[in-house]
């Protein structure tokens, strides 16, 4: 007797095939006989099939509990309400070792069919996504081209940094969502991708004062300001080299950044103000293309 995935709708409970006959299991699998021999009664086998299915439905439940059990641990871990070592035991079965770790965070959700694929791991579901800690991050990764699922995973690390590699885990996940690509730790270490793990709330002050100032209607040239300034920044605040850019001459770009000065208060020919003023125009960049991007 073999489970198999269900391949197509069939007529009926029964069907035959050379050398097998296949009843429905479940919404995704069926129970199918293979053999030369003298074949089951079909009905007989059906009745069988009702017995796995209780059976296998119970594991599942048992599974599920497992997972959000775990879940919940690491939970207290990242909160500091519970130490690593309590999850030795589970890291014991999967077959994970405790001194050498990655930790990769998924969608909600995906909890039962990521613990379908993953052969060696431990799996816990939270309120807000799927943690998975495994020996490696090449496991994860045949899984997310098998299902189509991007996630984020954390650097090699101890059980006893946990919390860290959790705390990786889910940043990388959320780069991983607004890129659609699967994100790692190398990721995390540039401006861009610190801005993008930010609420929209905390970066409003930055658009508020450094760049809405520069494009209202009492302000001459606005536009054409904001360009200067956003290409500046882009060509790490060289005069010469957006001057070239923008097809104008280098006077011409020191005399839009001086307005830039009186207008908003920050000279982008200073480092920290130039600093500022490059978080005030992703931001405001950031929030235009989410406006421009049509609703799914």
């Given amino acids: 007797l073999l489970i198999v995935p269900r391949s197509s709708v069939l007529d ?7 050398d097998a006959i ?43 509990n497992t997972r959000r059990r775990i879940g919940q641990l690491m939970t207290l871990v990242v909160e500091g309400l519970a130490q690593p070592a309590a999850l030795l035991p589970d890291l014991h079965r999967g077959g994970v070792d405790p001194e050498q770790l990655v930790v990769s965070a998924w969608p909600e959700g995906t909890g039962g069919l990521l613990s379908r694929l993953h052969s060696t791991a431990v799996i816990g579901e939270t309120a807000s996504d ?26 090699s690390l101890p059980l006893v940094d946990l919390a ?20 790692g730790p190398e990721t995390l270490a540039t401006l861009a991708a610190l801005l993008e793990q930010q609420p929209r709330s905390r970066l409003a002050p930055f ?27 882009a060509h790490h605040g060289s005069v010469s080299a957006t001057a070239e850019a923008l097809f104008v001459h280098p006077n ?10 009186e207008i908003v208060g920050r000279d982008p020919l200073f480092d920290d103000d130039r600093i500022d003023l490059s978080i005030a125009v992703w931001a405001h960049d950031r929030a235009a293309r989410r406006t421009e991007t049509p609703a799914l």
């Fill in 12 to 18: 009926g409970t029964v069907h035959r095939k050379p």
């Fill in 22 to 64: 296949e009843v429905d299991l479940d919404d995704d699998e069926r129970l199918r006989w293979e053999g030369t021999g003298v074949a089951p009664d079909p009905a007989l086998l059906t009745r069988f099939a009702r017995v796995v299915h209780i059976a296998r439905r119970n594991e599942r439940v048992f599974e599920s």
């Fill in 130 to 155: 799927v943690l998975v800690i495994a020996p490696d991050g090449r496991q994860a990764r045949d899984v997310s081209k098998q299902v189509q699922l991007v996630f984020g995973y954390s650097s």
């Fill in 164 to 183: 860290l590699g959790i705390g990786e885990a889910r940043a990388t996940l959320m780069l991983a969502r607004r890129r659609g690509t699967i994100a």
């Fill in 207 to 233: 658009v508020g004062q450094l760049v809405r100032p520069l494009v209202t209607t009492r302000v001459r040239g606005g536009a054409e300001l904001l360009d200067t300034l956003r290409t500046f920044i």
């Fill in 252 to 261: 011409t770009v020191r005399h839009r950044l001086g307005r830039v000065r």
